[in-house]
């Protein structure tokens, strides 16, 4: 426990007593990782005191910080103690070889295969400079009964920061991620609402996921996701999404480069309303709702550079401001592909619930704010056949075949958009108001 410095004044004398700066002054207790290490010293990566980083994560303290070495850590960690810092000193590699179920999901119960995890009681986290591949497991990893996650952090009571920079995030697609799974970083708060996360994700670069690159969800959750670098490939097996913020958390999506979101195999799709079923550049799905499902807070998707996602950016069920994007496809373009779409609540709305308990569909909001301003959307030329630059208030489907028909709407404002080489500049729909 740090005591503080206490100095008295006495007249103009300014006779001075301080009491001696004892751990107030000191600096923060630091464990060293190198692999197969084990030295009493435990002061340098050269003498490091652990040879693996769950056994320092097991020795360290509330608060302490880990240098993890260069070298490859063939291993899954788990973290249950608050505010510990893994921080990387050159190439430090978390690459596991075997996998073992150690988290399940707060919000579905799923069960989780996590790289690295961060667990209640914990609360707080910070990662840089570091490594986390699952290339040696994800074959392993049943996409249908397990979800693959590369970082996780969980808080599910309290009031907690978390950061992760400058790290990468690589090969996290199970089997069967058409189930839905495969995380590069995923930020849960869980259904209570009892915890206030502010999580930065800055600056770090995640590829090969399953499902999304980065997901940020539940009600108390904030999140600055800012300068990542999000890639993957068109596939067939399920829509991705480069960033998915939603389910209550809100936040700001910034400065990113994401490409590559599309679902190739949309033209057999039996969903009434398709276009629920593309992948996104940046996905808010139900953003910023309360525990009642009222929308309560705004997104801010501002200065992302979007090229080659069959949606740039999503805003289903949400209050948005979308602004200053720059949203591209290269030659010959993605067909039916879509710059900026919003809808009121979309035909899966009825399958997810508000932490009361009722469906999105019936509580989805009136007159959600969306405004869309000084975007850049550039499609291939002659124009992908049946493109959007910007699709407002869609409610062009009705209900059917299991999927929910429109329900709220959005009170829109649209400004410099900036469109070129699409077939339909511009549409505000019936599900919008100005």
Same mark, same amino acid.
């Given at each position: 426990?740090?005591?503080?410095?206490?100095?008295?004044? &006495? #007249?103009?004398?300014?006779? /001075?007593? =301080?009491?001696? !700066? *004892?751990?107030?002054? %000191?600096?923060?207790?630091?464990?060293? @990782?190198?692999?197969?290490?084990?030295?009493?010293?435990?002061?340098?990566?050269?003498?490091?005191?652990?040879?693996?980083?769950?056994?320092?994560?097991?020795?360290?303290?509330?608060?302490?910080?880990?240098?993890?070495?260069?070298?490859?850590?063939?291993?899954?960690?788990?973290?249950?103690t608050?505010?510990?810092?893994?921080?990387?000193?050159?190439?430090?590699?978390?690459?596991?070889?075997?996998?073992?179920?150690?988290?399940?999901?707060?919000?579905?119960?799923?069960?989780?295969?996590?790289?690295v995890?961060?667990?209640?009681?914990?609360?707080?986290?910070h990662?840089?400079?570091?490594?986390?591949?699952?290339?040696?497991?994800?074959?392993?990893?049943?996409?249908?009964?397990?979800?693959? &996650? #590369?970082?996780l952090?969980? /808080?599910? =009571?309290?009031? !907690? *920061?978390?950061?992760? %920079?400058?790290?990468?995030?690589?090969? @996290?697609?199970?089997?069967?991620?058409?189930?839905?799974?495969?995380?590069?970083?995923?930020?849960?708060?869980?259904?209570?609402?009892?915890?206030?996360?502010?999580?930065t994700?800055?600056?770090?670069?995640?590829?090969?996921?399953?499902?999304?690159?980065?997901?940020?969800?539940?009600?108390?959750?904030?999140?600055?996701?800012?300068?990542?670098?999000?890639?993957?490939?068109?596939?067939?097996?399920?829509?991705?999404?480069?960033?998915?913020?939603?389910?209550?958390?809100?936040?700001?999506v910034?400065?990113?480069?994401?490409?590559?979101?599309?679902?190739?195999?949309?033209?057999?799709?039996?969903?009434?309303?398709?276009?629920?079923?593309?992948?996104a550049?940046?996905?808010?799905?139900?953003?910023?709702?309360?525990?009642?499902? /009222?929308?309560?807070?705004?997104? *801010?998707?501002?200065?992302?550079?979007?090229?080659?996602?069959?949606?740039?950016v999503?805003?289903?069920?949400?209050a948005?401001?979308?602004?200053?994007?720059?949203?591209?496809?290269?030659?010959?373009?993605?067909?039916?592909?879509?710059?900026?779409?919003?809808?009121?609540?979309?035909?899966?709305?009825?399958?997810?619930?508000?932490?009361?308990?009722?469906?999105?569909?019936?509580?989805?909001?009136?007159?959600?704010?969306?405004?869309?301003?000084?975007?850049?959307?550039?499609?291939?030329?002659?124009?992908?056949?049946?493109?959007?630059?910007?699709?407002?208030?869609?409610?062009?489907?009705?209900?059917?075949?299991?999927?929910?028909?429109?329900?709220?709407?959005?009170?829109?404002?649209?400004?410099?958009?900036?469109i070129?080489?699409?077939?339909?500049?511009?549409?505000?729909?019936?599900?919008?108001?100005?």
């Amino acid at each position: 426990m740090s005591r503080k410095v206490l100095a008295v004044f &006495v #007249g103009v004398a300014a006779a /001075a007593i =301080a009491l001696p !700066a *004892t751990s107030a002054m %000191a600096s923060t207790p630091t464990l060293y @990782v190198s692999p197969g290490a084990s030295n009493v010293a435990d002061s340098s990566c050269s003498t490091a005191g652990y040879g693996t980083i769950q056994s320092a994560v097991n020795a360290a303290a509330p608060g302490d910080k880990i240098v993890v070495c260069a070298g490859t850590y063939p291993e899954q960690v788990t973290i249950t103690t608050s505010n510990l810092t893994l921080a990387g000193q050159g190439i430090a590699v978390i690459q596991p070889t075997s996998a073992s179920v150690n988290a399940s999901d707060l919000d579905s119960g799923q069960p989780i295969v996590s790289i690295v995890a961060v667990e209640s009681p914990a609360i707080g986290a910070h990662f840089s400079n570091l490594t986390i591949d699952g290339s040696a497991i994800e074959s392993s990893v049943d996409g249908c009964s397990d979800d693959l &996650v #590369g970082l996780l952090y969980q /808080a599910s =009571a309290g009031t !907690a *920061t978390a950061s992760v %920079a400058h790290v990468t995030v690589e090969n @996290v697609t199970p089997m069967n991620s058409g189930c839905g799974s495969g995380q590069g970083i995923l930020v849960q708060g869980g259904t209570s609402g009892s915890a206030k996360v502010t999580a930065t994700v800055s600056n770090n670069s995640i590829s090969g996921y399953g499902k999304n690159g980065i997901t940020c969800g539940d009600v108390g959750v904030k999140c600055n996701i800012t300068t990542n670098t999000i890639t993957t490939s068109p596939t067939d097996v399920v829509a991705q999404n480069g960033v998915q913020v939603g389910f209550g958390a809100a936040g700001t999506v910034s400065g990113n480069t994401i490409s590559g979101n599309y679902w190739t195999a949309y033209a057999s799709d039996t969903n009434v309303q398709p276009e629920s079923d593309y992948g996104a550049g940046v996905l808010l799905y139900a953003a910023g709702i309360n525990a009642a499902g /009222a929308t309560t807070l705004s997104t *801010t998707v501002k200065a992302n550079h979007l090229t080659n996602n069959q949606i740039g950016v999503e805003v289903v069920d949400s209050a948005a401001a979308v602004t200053g994007n720059t949203i591209l496809e290269s030659s010959p373009g993605i067909a039916d592909s879509i710059g900026v779409y919003g809808v009121g609540c979309d035909a899966y709305c009825g399958y997810f619930n508000d932490n009361d308990g009722a469906a999105l569909n019936t509580v989805a909001a009136s007159n959600q704010a969306v405004s869309v301003s000084n975007n850049t959307i550039n499609f291939a030329s002659p124009a992908p056949a049946r493109s959007y630059g910007i699709w407002l208030g869609d409610d062009a489907w009705s209900a059917g075949g299991g999927d929910y028909g429109p329900a709220g709407t959005e009170k829109v404002s649209v400004t410099n958009p900036g469109i070129h080489n699409v077939a339909h500049l511009l549409v505000i729909d019936a599900g919008a108001t100005f």
